[in-house]
């Protein structure tokens, strides 16, 4: 009763949109998820008329796609949008082939511009950040097991967890029992400013999640020029690549992950390498400007009927410049 309930609210709340569509003169229509704003969006468009396209972020949606019919979406939509070739991927696995032609790549993307290394008076040169919300799917209680092992070797090593969410409690414990008081800060939420100051003060940063899309915290990182520890999964190695802009370990190999942070605790040199690689990294290929302008084309070329080719923008610039 309760489901039937909502998806009637949902219908409502379609037909509002609709109208307010046609009303407005519409042209097209876009949704960022997959989930029941992304049903309401393909309703509307059904009732309007009005074209509509989603992007698909993950992981969650990726867990039940047979629930949130992402089928159905990819074949109704006019193009369908995917952070990463991954997740493009995993939209592929759930549709029909005749529709691949329509799934392009946009990537979430920051402003380089914003985060930048600068030299912070009383900063701890070892300090690993690990940005993310308190829940199982981060690993985060891994971070403090690092931890604990690090500092027999790297005895000044301090690990700042910024977030807050279900297990903070149960990781404020862990840190307790392991003695690690004094060298664990847990700040709760921050606002972007704030993550970005405490970036910039830090040695590196660390994420080693279980799932993932593509995460921002690693390109705010990557953009200040700290080099990033996370794990092999889902479009990740898409955006760090292992050695040159980051280190990228196997998701819950405890021992990986102790290894690559003492490496780059060790290493100065190697931290200001990856580090220097990543900013470059995110800045031509994780940009908002350049991802918001690509989106834009997508747009305004499903519209003329003329919806652009090729899956990234750099590959439509070079279609554009054949070599010869």
């Not at 308190?134 to 977030?163: F, Q, T």
């Not at 690509?294 to 054949?322: D, K, N």
């Amino acid at each position: 009763m309760k489901a039937a309930l909502w998806q009637l609210f949902y219908f409502l709340e379609a037909g509002v949109l609709a109208a307010e569509l046609r009303r407005q003169g519409a042209s097209h229509l876009h949704n960022h998820f997959v989930d029941s704003s992304c049903s309401v969006a393909m309703l509307a468009s059904h009732m309007s008329g009005v074209p509509f396209s989603f992007t698909l972020h993950g992981p969650t949606e990726l867990y039940e796609p047979h629930r949130w019919r992402l089928d159905e979406k990819i074949a109704r939509a006019a193009f369908s949008v995917f952070i990463s070739h991954f997740a493009r991927s995993q939209g592929m696995l759930f549709s029909d082939p005749s529709h691949w032609d329509r799934m392009r790549i946009v990537h979430c993307g920051i402003e380089p511009e914003r985060y930048r290394k600068v030299s912070v008076e009383g900063a701890n040169p070892l300090e690993i950040v690990f940005i993310g919300r308190m829940a199982g799917v981060k690993g985060a209680p891994l971070m403090i097991a690092a931890l604990e092992r690090l500092r027999a070797d790297h005895p000044d090593a301090r690990l700042v967890m910024i977030g807050d969410g279900p297990e903070r409690p149960a990781l404020e414990a862990q840190a307790r029992a392991a003695g690690l008081q004094g060298a664990v800060e847990f700040t709760g939420y921050l606002d972007q400013d704030q993550v970005a100051a405490r970036l910039s003060a830090a040695a590196m940063l660390a994420l080693p999640s279980f799932a993932e899309g593509v995460p921002v915290v690693l390109m705010e990182a990557m953009a200040t020029g700290l080099p990033v520890v996370t794990t092999r999964i889902a479009g990740i190695p898409e955006l760090v690549e292992d050695g040159v802009s980051g280190i990228l370990v196997p998701p819950g190999d405890l021992d990986a992950l102790v290894e690559a942070l003492s490496a780059l605790l060790a290493d100065t040199e190697m931290r200001a390498r990856l580090g220097q690689a990543g900013r470059a990294k995110v800045a031509r290929d994780f940009h908002q400007a350049t991802e918001a302008k690509w989106l834009g084309t997508l747009f305004s070329g499903s519209i003329a009927g003329q919806l652009p080719r090729t899956l990234r923008p750099e590959q439509a610039e070079a279609s554009s410049h054949p070599a010869g």
